[in-house]
């Protein structure tokens, strides 16, 4: 399809003064505990744009919860309970070339490739399964204590979120915590809900639940480093006989530096290039921050 451009392009002004006015009502209007929306600080953390460079089929059945390609195949995990899937899925035709069932108690989430194996995690069951990369056969899983939401890897340790504002650097051969960190806004309000991961180029991105924000993270400091509001690929979205639900699903192709992204339930799969030139946007989407210690809602 056409290339579009999104996000970039608008200057502060007008535009920004009102929709910064239509912030500070919804403050005043929607003050719920330990939620803070707050205005854009473009000249603090910059919003990159995104350039569309192909939209692809994607199964509208599947709740996306993890994401990653690798040599023109996408791996796919999908939640709910009855209906959580690992999958292998073709790129331009959407189609899903094997899949297996969790059990059906299982919520599955987060998906990563580590060497020749896939790490999937559960929701709530506190189970991390592994399974070979090319047959799907279950090799092994781990246990742990938190809720699972999102996980990526950085080429030595697991990177996992809980959808709290606390990203964990596990071993990968026994998930044993390494180390973990506190993503943070300049002005040091946590960033909570991180959803899916994705490992870009040194940066850790993650979706921010319910909305249609991506956040990028230093893994070393879990300082914001940027923000890509992907809210504008909802105008490329058809219409779909299910509800479509929020943006989930971050993948890297790093041969061609594209990303793919798409969301639960969502008919399209986006392949997309990020621009470099920064927009001061104000996002579709606001940012949700709290104060440090606060729980994270139900994913
Ligand atoms: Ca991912």
Redo the contacts with the bound molecule.
């Keep these: 399809m056409k290339p579009q451009a999104g996000g970039a392009g608008s200057r502060p002004g007008v535009n920004g003064r009102f929709a910064a006015t239509l912030v500070v009502l919804f403050v005043l209007f929607f003050p719920f505990a330990s939620i803070a929306e707050e205005p854009v600080e473009p000249d603090r953390e910059p919003f990159y744009g995104y350039r569309i460079v192909n939209a692809y089929p994607h199964d509208p059945e599947a709740f996306t919860q993890?994401?990653?390609y690798e040599d023109g195949l996408l791996f796919e995990s999908t939640g709910l309970e009855g209906r959580s899937t690992i999958r292998r899925v073709a790129v331009r035709t959407g189609q899903v070339l094997q899949a297996l069932d969790l059990p059906a108690d299982c919520f599955g989430e987060g998906?990563?490739l580590w060497r020749d194996s896939l790490v999937q995690l559960t929701w709530k069951s506190g189970i991390a399964f592994v399974y070979t990369k090319d047959s799907f056969i279950r090799s092994k899983q781990f246990a742990y204590q938190t809720e699972g939401w999102?996980i990526?890897q950085d080429g030595a340790a697991l990177i996992m979120s809980d959808g709290g504002s606390e990203l964990r650097f596990l071993a990968p051969e026994t998930f044993a915590e390494i180390r973990r960190i506190e993503v943070r806004r300049r002005n040091g309000a946590s960033v909570r809900l991180l959803n899916?991961?994705?490992y870009i180029k040194g940066e850790i991105f993650a979706n921010i639940w319910h909305s249609d924000l991506i956040v990028r993270i230093s893994p070393k400091t879990g300082e914001v480093l940027g923000w890509i509001d992907l809210g504008g690929l909802r105008d490329s979205l058809p219409a779909s006989p299910q509800r479509i639900d929020v943006l989930n699903?971050?993948?890297y192709d790093a041969a061609h530096d594209h990303i793919f992204v798409t969301g639960k339930l969502w008919p399209r799969l986006f392949e997309i290039e990020l621009d470099s030139t920064v927009s001061s946007n104000v996002p579709r989407s606001p940012i949700q921050t709290q104060a440090h210690g606060s729980s994270p809602l139900m994913n």
């Design positions: 993890g994401l990653v998906l990563t999102g990526t899916e991961l994705e699903g971050i993948a």
